[in-house]
């Protein structure tokens, strides 16, 4: 994965180069900085201590942060005895990469780094497993299905991969036997996978034990299929109190749409119901176990994407909208 983002990149950063190719010189030296254990990142040295101190400190700045993955290049163009010298720093969070350019005007012969700066932050998200570019300045919505799986989730998988989209997945212990595959081909398919609890029991009727228990059978059930836990919990029915968001040691998410999709079996409903409400950050309930609900995901997800929303899990939804999330905490859309 590191693999491909760095061919990624790095293409990208060539043909930039050779845009340029023709403008410049090479008059600035090369120095290292550690980024990590042992990743050393080049940047540009000019002997010239004002402007030396300002580009160590403002990587510096990057390289204390603690990231899993950071990729800093430069760029710079040479006009005269101005230089026009541009930071490209790649952040990467799970499967998104946030691009940061920081573009510096540095005066050569004044000996300063008079520095007209700007900044473009989180300028782009790029998905780079399904190759999709997330523009944060357009709605975006999290769909989430509970219940599942059962033998209509592949119906709902068909048409999420048909149209490129994720979602979220709460999936219910009682349901995981016979359907490893299709868990499988969820995570394979990059959707997020949540715990629906064991048995959908009403949490407030539990002991804490027995409601850390139904939370822990799923994980470890997950965790046998996928390699991995699920990142986030949906008590069943969606209920929490104090006591029971003590037990949860993830962020517990439950919704600000309810498409009722249980109640009326009815695919037009559930898109109106959809469609009446839908604003940017919302987090819209569905059930991946009836028809009517697949059918309904054919009606609401081409009018939605004309419209110019975008789907994300709930995860990337809290994300982008800059929601700080902490275990046990209660999050139902994302604004
Ligand atoms: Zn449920």
Redesign the pocket.
Known sequence: MKKNIFLLLTSTLFILMLMYFYERREIILNKEILLNENTYIEYPYFNKKEIDNYITTYLNSYTKKQNDYLFIDYDYINESNRLNLIFYIYEENGILVKETSKNININLEEDKAKINTSISKKKKEYDYIQNKMIDINKPMIALTF??GPNHNTSKVLNILEKYNIKATFFI?GTNIKGNEKTIKRMDNLNMEIGN?MFS?KLLTKLKNEEIKNEIKKVDDSIFNIINHYPTLVRP??GTYNKRIKSLIDRPIIIWNIDTLDWKYHSSKNIYKRVMKDVSDGDIILMHDIYSATANSLELIIPKLLKDGYQFTTVSELLYYKNIKIEKGGVYSRAR
Do not use: G, P, R, W
Request: aromatic share 14%.
């Open positions: 509970d219940d219910l629906h959908h069943s029915y």
